[in-house]
């Protein structure tokens, strides 16, 4: 780590949009697990804030927060390993209850004298779990503590002194251990997962019995906060929201407007390669339904013109990039003095981007389309949000469901739905077919359990036979996918019946279809898009 990376650390332990919400909150001390987003999750579904705090986080600053408790997260070294992150073990005497989950119990064993060993026997998966018989603890008390998810190499062989040991496993002979006087306990077990089935329960033990935290993390709550920050953030002046459609957009953009009122402007590029009516539904909750000042550009025509005879699936991409700039750029430019620019950031990409400060960008570069010139501030209310928090806030503040559980969708658009070449005709065809798998996804009530449902137009004609004549017309491929994150995708099992009702209605009412085709492929090998 570079003396950098430490000042860093010591300075700021949490995002700034995050630090007021800490307070009575517990923080996820984070060695690099792959699940510890997934604690922070976790414990706000149990409506009690949280958040991640890098490992070398000083232990005052993390006191300073106020949390009501923390967990020190899981992580993939091995406590033996040189350089493995280490605990300060300051972070145990702060009289703040302390639960170690995996490798956080490993290090919080080894740092208070206890033995962490190389047993040669990992157990990975769901394990049989047996609580101590004589005496629980408190953690595990009541619960019904029968099986549990492991992960791990290396195992705690003996608690450290004060500790008592309330269950094991057949290779673990300390699955959980506690020290109630101290505060301290520790699982080797993921209780974040699903596959733990007494694990929320044992959050909640946490939470509430240990850490007294009380359950206000709440939409109603989250909405207040933001709304009082951003307004002391942008105060008189005005703000500038680019609407995409989407639900990050959406959400950012009403938070903001009810903070600042009138003195937010949002603009819809409508860039042509929307679904069918998305851009009215856009116009309609906004600025209808809300009354934001909304800027609806029309720029079909502007697009289409330069992708005309453009087949390469980056040219496309690079030129929509483009020419949404440009666009968004005039209409700024139009609206005169503007200091803020309202963006989606979610939770995620800042953890992902590794980033522990600067939600307050001072920018002379091109953010989000601004031009070069224009120093803008980001208001970013989202940043310290996940996807379904996001959702909720967005439902109490009465966006209308489609838009609330809107499918992702790129960028780009329908541009890279249809292979080769964008033309007017080819668009409609894609977004007629689409129309109709939607309504038929709903109308099944899988609307919501498919990560994507859609439809490409591949830039091949095949021979059929309709009504006793010979056709010469485009297939449809059908295209849904199961995802948690679109890293990976797993293909989805519509039913049959499903599929059948689908490709009729594609082909009956579609015209310049005569064929529909099934995508089976997951990501990897495939991407979700064919561009
Ligand atoms: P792939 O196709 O790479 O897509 O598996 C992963 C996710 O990203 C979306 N996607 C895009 N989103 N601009 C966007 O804003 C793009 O150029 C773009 N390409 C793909 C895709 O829909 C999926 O959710």
């Given at each position: 780590m570079t003396t950098a990376d430490a000042d860093t650390a010591v300075e700021a332990p949490l995002d700034p949009v995050l630090r007021e919400a800490a307070a009575g909150g517990v923080l996820v001390v984070d060695f690099g697990a792959q699940y510890s987003q997934l604690i922070a999750r976790r414990i706000r579904e149990c409506r009690v804030f949280s958040a991640l705090v890098p490992h070398d986080v000083a232990p005052e600053r993390l006191a300073a927060l106020a949390p009501a408790g923390i967990v020190l997260s899981g992580?993939?070294?091995s406590v033996w390993e040189m350089g493995a992150p280490q605990l300060n073990e300051a972070l145990l005497g702060l009289g703040v209850p302390v639960l170690g989950i995996c490798y956080g119990m490993q290090v919080m064993a080894q740092a208070l004298g206890g033995e962490v060993a190389k047993t040669g026997a990992g157990e990975f998966g769901k394990t049989a779990l047996q609580p101590d018989a004589r005496s629980r603890g408190r953690l595990i008390a009541d619960l019904p503590a029968e099986t549990c998810w492991m992960s791990h190499r290396d195992a705690v062989v003996r608690p450290p002194p004060g500790f008592g040991v309330t269950a094991r496993t057949q290779s673990s002979p300390v699955a959980a251990m506690e020290d109630p006087g101290r505060g301290l306990y520790g699982v080797q077990f993921h209780p974040e997962v699903a596959h733990t089935p007494f694990g929320t329960d044992l959050l909640k033990t946490f939470l509430f019995d240990v850490c007294d935290a009380a359950p206000t993390w709440t939409a109603t709550t989250v909405i207040e906060e933001q709304v009082e920050r951003i307004r002391e953030q942008v105060g008189d002046e005005r703000?500038?929201?680019?609407?995409?459609?989407?639900?990050?957009s959406a959400v950012a953009a009403l938070l903001v407007h009810r903070a600042i009122g009138d003195r937010l402007t949002c603009v819809f590029v409508d860039h042509g390669l929307l679904r069918m009516n998305e851009g009215e539904q856009v116009e309609a909750a906004f600025s209808r339904h809300f009354g934001v000042p909304l800027v609806h550009v029309q720029a079909q025509e502007r697009f289409l013109a330069r992708l005309a005879g453009v087949t390469e699936p980056e040219q496309k991409r690079k030129i929509?990039?483009?020419?949404?700039i440009r666009t968004f750029e005039e209409e700024a430019r139009k609206l005169g003095d503007v200091r803020f620019l309202v963006q989606g950031t979610l939770y995620?990409?800042?953890?992902?981007?590794?980033s522990r400060d600067g939600?307050?960008?001072k920018s002379h570069h091109n953010v989000g389309g601004l031009p070069e010139e224009m120093a803008v501030e980001l208001v970013e209310p989202l940043r310290g949000l996940f996807k379904d928090e996001v959702r909720a806030v967005g439902e109490e503040l009465g966006l209308p469901e489609r838009m609330v559980w809107?499918?992702?969708f790129p960028g780009p658009g329908l541009a890279i739905r249809v292979i080769g070449e964008v033309t007017t005709e080819r668009l409609d065809i894609l977004r007629r077919a689409d129309h109709v798998l939607q309504e038929e996804v709903r109308r099944a009530g899988l609307y919501r359990e498919l990560w994507q449902s859609f439809v490409v137009l591949p830039a091949v004609r095949t021979v059929g036979v309709q009504g006793d004549e010979r056709t010469y017309a485009y297939p449809i491929v059908l295209r849904a996918v199961t995802s948690d994150d679109a890293?990976?995708?797993?293909?989805?099992r519509l039913p049959h019946e499903l599929l059948e009702r689908v490709s009729n209605r594609i082909i009956n009412e579609v015209p310049g279809v005569n064929r529909v085709a099934l995508d089976l492929t997951s990501k990897p090998p495939g991407t979700i898009e064919w561009e």
């Open positions: 992580g993939p070294a703000a500038l929201c680019a609407l995409s459609g989407g639900v990050d929509i990039g483009e020419e949404f995620t990409d800042v953890i992902e981007s590794g939600s307050v960008i809107r499918q992702p890293m990976t995708a797993d293909w989805a």
